[in-house]
């Protein structure tokens, strides 16, 4: 099982395991990592789970799909060229160890 490692803003660290095709929004609700609203439940309409993803697992990620782009420029936090919206990251055993530092404002 893949794992996800967080970063909270407030330095708190969370390692959680992933099933693979889950978002990695849906990961950390499920275990009650805070800082992820997710206020759509994921239908990419609110983009409160806003997280910038480590460097090393960028091109890993992919790219923001037009939408999801649009989105990225109304999140609270400030927009950074490694934001994404977790929704939209479904993870792969590829993705196994993704770090992402949650964004301080949702
Ligand atoms: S949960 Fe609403 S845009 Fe991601």
Redesign the pocket.
């Known amino acids: 099982m893949p794992k996800i490692i967080l970063h909270s803003p407030t330095g708190a660290l969370f390692t959680v395991d992933a099933q693979i095709g889950a978002?990695v929004?849906e990961t950390a609700v499920k275990h009650g990592v805070p800082g992820?609203?997710?206020?759509?439940?994921?239908?990419?309409?609110?983009?409160?789970?806003?997280v910038y993803i480590a460097d090393s697992f960028i091109d890993l990620t992919g790219q923001a799909d037009d939408f999801?782009d649009e989105?990225l420029d109304d999140t609270a936090s400030v927009r950074k060229p490694n934001s994404r919206?977790?929704?939209?990251i479904r993870m792969t055993a590829a993705l196994d160890g993704l770090e992402a530092e949650i964004a301080p404002e949702q």
Do not use: P
Request: charged share 10%.
């Open positions: 978002s929004m992820i609203v997710a206020e759509c439940g994921g239908a990419l309409s609110c983009a409160t789970c806003h999801e989105m919206l977790s929704c939209q």
